[in-house]
Nanobody
Framework: VQLVESGGGSVQTGGSLNLSCVASGPSFGAYAIGWFRQAPGKEREGLLCISSSGKIAYYSDSLKGRFTLSSDNMKNTVHLQMNSLKPEDTAVYYC????????????????WGQGTQVTVSS
C-alpha cells in the first residue's frame, strides 16, 4: 500500500482542518491506518488510529473533543478532522499503515506517507 496525505495548511487559533490520507494498492481493508505528527525538535507523536475492523483508538486522551477520524472505504481514504486548533498543534502530519491492528508504537507501522504541514498561528 502507498499513502498520500493532503489537506494541510495555515490556520489561525481556533480554526479547523480536515486532512486526508488516500491509500493505493490492494487490500486497503486489511490495514490499520494511523495518524501521527512531528513538530520541529520533538519526537513523533501518535494521534488516532483506525484498525482494519473499523475500531478507532486515540493515542492521547487530550485530543478527544478536538480531533476525530473517519474512514471512507469506497475511496480508500481516512480523514482526520481537527477542530479548535492551537499553535501547539503546528507540526508535519503523517498517516501510516500496518497490517490489521493499531499498535501503540509508531515503529510498528510499515508504510508512511510523505506528510503534510499544519501551521496554526496565534
Amino acid at each position: 500500500v502507498q499513502l498520500v496525505e493532503s489537506g494541510g495548511g495555515s490556520v489561525q487559533t481556533g480554526g479547523s482542518l480536515n486532512l486526508s490520507c488516500v491509500a493505493s494498492g490492494p487490500s486497503f481493508g486489511a490495514y490499520a491506518i494511523g495518524w501521527f505528527r512531528q513538530a520541529p525538535g520533538k519526537e513523533r507523536e501518535g494521534l488516532l488510529c483506525i484498525s482494519s475492523s473499523g475500531k478507532i483508538a486515540y493515542y492521547s486522551d487530550s485530543l478527544k473533543g478536538r480531533f476525530t477520524l473517519s474512514s471512507d472505504n469506497m475511496k480508500n481514504t481516512v480523514h482526520l478532522q481537527m477542530n479548535s486548533l492551537k499553535p501547539e498543534d503546528t507540526a508535519v502530519y503523517y498517516c501510516a499503515a500496518v497490517t490489521r491492528w493499531c499498535y501503540s508504537s509508531y515503529g510498528a507501522f510499515e508504510t508512511w506517507g510523505q506528510g503534510t504541514q499544519v501551521t496554526v498561528s496565534s
